[in-house]
T-cell receptor, first 113, second 114 residues
Framework: GDSVTQMEGPVTLSEEAFLTINCTYTATGYPSLFWYVQYPGEGLQLLLK?????DKGSNKGFEATYRKETTSFHLEKGSVQVSDSAVYFC????????????FGSGTQLTVLP | EPEVTQTPSHQVTQMGQEVILRCVPISNHLYFYWYRQILGQKVEFLVS????????KSEIFDDQFSVERPDGSNFTLKIRSTKLEDSAMYFC????????????FGSGTQLSVL
């Protein structure tokens, strides 16, 4: 079945550091890929998405590129802020499984001032 | 931005008791979901609901679970006889259309079964 493997956390960075959170997936067909973010006390929010190979999703300075050859969708940000502290979830939606998102286990990011 | 609202934020119950988790999806949305996350594990799909019926459910969603949209605004998840392993954070989500359109999630209900 479909699965998402996400970089183990927690990750602690200093403000303005470069962020990478790795995500790889296993799926049949051509899934859409997502990053969701959960700030403390809030629900999961869509951060960015990509629906086909080589697409780059971007939002709020975060980027991720859909790499079919490596089945990856790594999240990056050039300069993190304290306000980026949150849990980040990689997820996929397979066209063969209707509306059922498959999530990774989440990565806790803490950014220190 | 509109929000999905979940109540209560924390629920503590005794094993074997029934619990109802409540959600108010965004008003013009048509698709509704429940997901859960056991501490330290992945967020898992439980069930999707459209046009007043279940459209998809996972293996987790057994006979102990049911969902209902009783009044056109609330969307509830009932667990008939809770088990210790039902302890988890339960997330409700809603969506305007299907497919890869954006899901809006609530902030979750932390269920603790003692």
């Amino acid at each position: 079945g479909d699965s998402v493997t996400q970089m183990e956390g927690p990750v602690t960075l200093s403000e303005e550091a470069f962020l990478t959170i790795n995500c790889t997936y296993t799926a049949t067909g051509y899934p859409s890929l997502f990053w969701y973010v959960q700030y403390p006390g809030e629900g999961l929010q869509l951060l960015l998405k990509a629906t086909k190979a080589d697409d780059k999703g971007s939002n709020k300075g975060f980027e991720a590129t859909y790499r079919k050859e490596t089945t990856s969708f790594h999240l990056e940000k050039g300069s993190v802020q304290v306000s980026d502290s949150a849990v980040y979830f990689c997820a996929l939606l397979n066209s063969g499984s209707a509306r059922q998102l498959t999530f990774g286990s989440g990565t806790q990011l803490t950014v220190l001032p | 931005e509109p929000e999905v609202t979940q109540t209560p934020s924390h629920q503590v119950t005794q094993m074997g008791q029934e619990v109802i988790l409540r959600c108010v999806p965004i008003s013009n949305h048509l698709y509704f979901y429940w997901y859960r996350q056991i501490l330290g594990q992945k967020v898992e799909f439980l069930v999707s609901f459209y046009n007043n019926e279940i459209s998809e459910k996972s293996e987790i969603f057994d006979d102990q679970f049911s969902v209902e949209r009783p009044d056109g605004s609330n969307f509830t998840l009932k667990i008939r006889s809770t088990k210790l392993e039902d302890s988890a954070m339960y997330f409700c989500a809603s969506q305007t259309g299907g497919g890869d359109e954006k899901l809006f999630f609530g902030s979750g209900t932390q269920l603790s079964v003692l």
